[in-house]
């Protein structure tokens, strides 16, 4: 059972390296974006967008060109595991989903999707195990057109910046006379 | 010169296999990650947020053990160039940010990150060598305490699921009796 270019156990590896632990939701993640890039057509230049902002976005970071960092990676949350690899011009792809029906055949995976047992209460084992027997067994595909308002601009303004007056840092001048965090919208107080 | 356990050429290559190119951002970026990393206390449980949503969050995820899909690299966009690694727990942290004073002496830098010239007529090897060159001199270091309402918590209650009755996939029942896509909140048409 491969996963993109790598054999299961390659995968674990690197999900543990790079993700920190070979979470459930990172293997199940794994064989859904192998799922639809085998269902693109090849060569396209595509993008991707996560219907969760967990694991799921791990995985395509580490199978496909898409990160969140080169823009070519979105989060547009639905709660639903799930992604869509598209033309990134004309919004053509596919969506690749959990397969409620499908999973009624993969007992320990749908213990851990559908939380029917405490999750502190779980067998992690078994439900990696089936993970990895099941592959993308329990996934579906379907033909989607992602928005226009989602996709990408072929040509991307080069937008001004400037040095804001109240921190001295440099921000995009669209936001107004003083940056996003001066205006208020700021995470921390200095100490 | 490294950037965190990496030679700058071992750096290069690993941002081209995964943010796609050197971006100056990515350069700039691994100084400005390896430069927290060095004011923080040794050992310590620590998140990141940062402040802009591009290069900068793939940084992050090569050169620490925060990325977006294990929840501890979080954006907070504020339109500046900065990140703030901090205590997930208590908050207290650093934030390193680009210092516009200093960035004076380094005038290739300069013309990229102010935006001097057009970006297509930016001389990009220029740029790069003096990105390696300056390191992280540009930057500045303060202390702050993240917010709150952005902390981790201790313990996570487990979110019950169902199927959504429309889709027949599932999703976190406090969202209602249908998920967000169903109520809504979809980024695609089928076809």
């Excluded at 033309?87 to 995976?109: A, F, H, M, P, S």
């Amino acid at each position: 059972m491969k996963i993109g270019k790598y054999k299961a156990d390659e995968y674990l590896e690197l999900i543990k390296e790079f993700h920190g632990s070979t979470a459930p939701g990172m293997i199940a993640g794994g064989f859904m974006v192998d799922l639809g890039l085998r269902n693109l057509p090849e060569g396209e230049f595509f993008d991707v967008i996560c219907e969760t902002s967990h694991c799921l976005m791990d995985a395509v970071q580490l199978l496909t060109p898409c990160t969140i960092g080169n823009g070519w990676l979105k989060s547009f949350y639905t709660s639903r595991f799930a992604i869509i690899i598209y033309n990134k011009y004309t919004g053509d792809g596919v969506r690749v989903y959990i397969d409620t029906e499908k999973l009624e055949k993969w007992k320990d995976i749908k213990v851990w999707y559908m939380k029917e047992i405490d999750k502190t209460k779980q067998d992690t084992g078994k439900i990696i195990s089936q993970l990895i027997e099941a592959g993308s067994e329990y996934m579906s595909v379907m033909k989607v057109k992602v928005k226009e308002e989602y996709l990408a601009k072929k040509k991307k303004k080069s937008q001004p910046v400037a040095v804001c007056p109240s921190c001295k840092e440099v921000y995009y001048l669209k936001f107004g006379d003083k940056c996003p965090a001066c205006s208020g919208n700021i995470p921390y107080d200095a100490v």
